[in-house]
């Protein structure tokens, strides 16, 4: 079984920053790709950012120039350090990630539990 477990999330002031983890646990044979997700109250869950295995990063325009993902496969985790944060970003995070697990042939899509991010104006 592999697992996907977030922390991080938190309250902050607009402007201030979080940094968000994901660590990925199991038979793992390949981690392809790793990212965030967002959902709001009432919104549809939305791309945050990504980043391949060949570290090719992919922004939500919303966020670009303030967040940061990156990854650091030899603990299996991805980051998203969030900057200037508004009260926009508010939302459950969700850790996405695309693994290949021991006997299989192929990624399977992982999802995290959710971490909340609460920005006050």
């Known amino acids: 079984q592999v697992q996907l477990v977030e922390s991080g999330g938190g309250l902050v002031q607009a402007g201030g920053s979080l940094r968000l983890s994901c660590a990925a646990s199991g038979s793992i044979v390949s981690i392809y790709v790793m990212g965030w997700y967002r959902q709001a109250p009432g919104k549809q869950r939305e791309l945050v950012a990504k980043i391949t295995s060949g570290s090719t990063t992919n922004y939500a325009d919303s966020v670009k120039g303030r967040f940061a993902v990156s990854r650091d496969d030899a603990k299996n985790t991805v980051y998203l350090q969030m900057n200037s944060l508004r009260p926009e970003d508010t939302a459950v995070y969700y850790c996405?990630?695309?693994?290949?697990?021991?006997?299989?042939?192929?990624?399977?899509?992982?999802w995290g539990q959710g971490t909340q991010v609460t920005v006050s104006s």
């Open positions: 996405n990630s695309v693994i290949r697990p021991a006997n299989w042939d192929a990624g399977v899509t992982y």
